[in-house]
């Protein structure tokens, strides 16, 4: 998975859901400090650096530091 192709900040579902690949640049009003793709419950990858699958973006991968407006707080 880790070699899945990078959504681009570009792309079409990814300017739909005002994904940046660095959460800290993030000028949505719904982001919070702290939240990134790694503990968001859509993301499949493991560790906080990186790339992983995002179950929203199905045959790419998202920056662990990055985010977009559907982040859901993955439970523990
Ligand atoms: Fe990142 Fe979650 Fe958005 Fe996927 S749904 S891009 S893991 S914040």
Redesign the pocket.
Known sequence: AADLPHVSESDPTAKA?D?VEDASKSKNPKHKPGDV?AN?Q??TGTGTTGYGP?Q??PGKS?NAQ???V??TTRKA
Do not use: A, M, N, P
Request: glycine letters at 6%; charged letters at 0%.
């Open positions: 859901l994904y793709c968001c859509f993301y995002c929203l973006f998202v990055g985010w977009c559907s982040h």
